[in-house]
């Protein structure tokens, strides 16, 4: 993909200074953006510690997957314990701002007028380590999420049509309008227009990403019983067929009840910890509180619309623009091989790998931190970097290409070497 022209107002000098400009800031984005996709995309509970095997009537993994798609649950309350293990290098808080620029958010820019309080950028968090939530829904109109930290408490609650980020430590609130309730994709959606909106919170949200990828590549099976936050409930657990997949097994907790996953966990095929583990501690599906959804900025609070943070956001900054030449590249993402082994590829149009210290300035500094954790490959397809996680890896090619997906380096390499 060809960088954007210039316009005439811009002199020839100038516009090969602002392209190089663009491809630089886009090779050091890429790997960036990988890493909050994977995290994103991946799913957001501890491994299932249970308190008990409840003798239950025996089901079939096909009914307990019906049941699931049958749960209707409108009301809950709970509290959900979040661990994240990527097993990304420690960027001491490098790789939450960043992600938090690949956003787009206000919050994240470089002019000091974001909001703290902008979702978008808030949530970020939950991509690593381990968060407490409380989360609470009453329909497809009132849900409340709270992240609670050390000193502080962030929460996310949508009303009606208003939704609203409020962060205590800095006293900010961040405004925005939801869509119409008609047009919202999902029951358990706050809007399609709601910050937030696409971050899983929940063992639900979790499961559900986690049974679209069933089909003739997986193996499903019921595996026993469980006691999750006091509720008794089925192992449900699905598992790749194919070689070459970094996920080893998820295990989901489906409340015997009311078809609810109550807890979701993610093995990587390289054995160790969970790399996601989320689950409810307490859960309670009464109707919750209707006080529990009301909100009022507090006295002396910095209040952002979300309209005016987007204005801001449009800036004509380079790493902005780099932002918009990736979204395009994106656009003829492509998907190779199948189920568990299917890799997503696009062309970002930036070749010349990743950018070096001799680059100059922040985005040379950065390449050269980013290509220290990546390994380099070589292949048909030329050379290029592998970035790792304990679960999704991605390979850029030096040439611009990028290839990433739930799979071991060899199977991307492969992949590239395919593509020629």
Known sequence: MAPIDSDDNTTAGEGEEL???????????????????????IGLVPALADSGDPDLPKVTAEQLIEKIAKSDVQQLSGTVRINTDLGLPDLGGLESGLMSGMSGSPGSGGDGEGSAADPSAKLTELVSGSHTLRVAADGPDRQKLSLLENAAEYSLIHN?????????????????TAAD?????????????????????????????????IDDTTSVTVRGTAQVAGRD?????????????????????????????LKFTLTPASGGAAVVDVGFTKVSFAKPDASTFDF?????????EGDEAGKRAEAPEHGREAEGDLAKGMDGLKVIGEGWNSIATFDTGAGGGLPTPSAGGDLGDLGGFLGSFGDQVKGDFGSGTVFKTRLVNALITDDGKVYAGAVTKDALVKAADAAQ
């Open 296 to 304: 009022t900025p507090p006295e002396g609070a910095k209040v952002t």
């Open 181 to 213: 309730s008609a047009e919202r994709p999902g029951k358990d959606a706050p809007g399609k227009d709601a910050p937030g909106k696409d971050v899983p919170a929940t063992p639900k949200d979790f499961a559900d990403q986690a049974l679209k990828s």
């Open 233 to 261: 409930a089925y192992r449900l657990v699905v598992e790749p067929k194919q070689d070459g997949s970094t996920v080893g097994a998820i295990t989901v907790a489906v409340d015997a009840e009311t078809g609810t996953p």
């Open 160 to 176: 009606g049509k208003d939704v609203w980020g409020y962060d205590s430590g800095s006293n900010e609130v961040y405004h925005s």
């Open 19 to 41: 392209r190089a400009g663009r491809r630089k800031a886009a090779r050091y984005v890429v790997p960036v953006a990988v890493m909050g996709v994977a995290a994103a995309t």
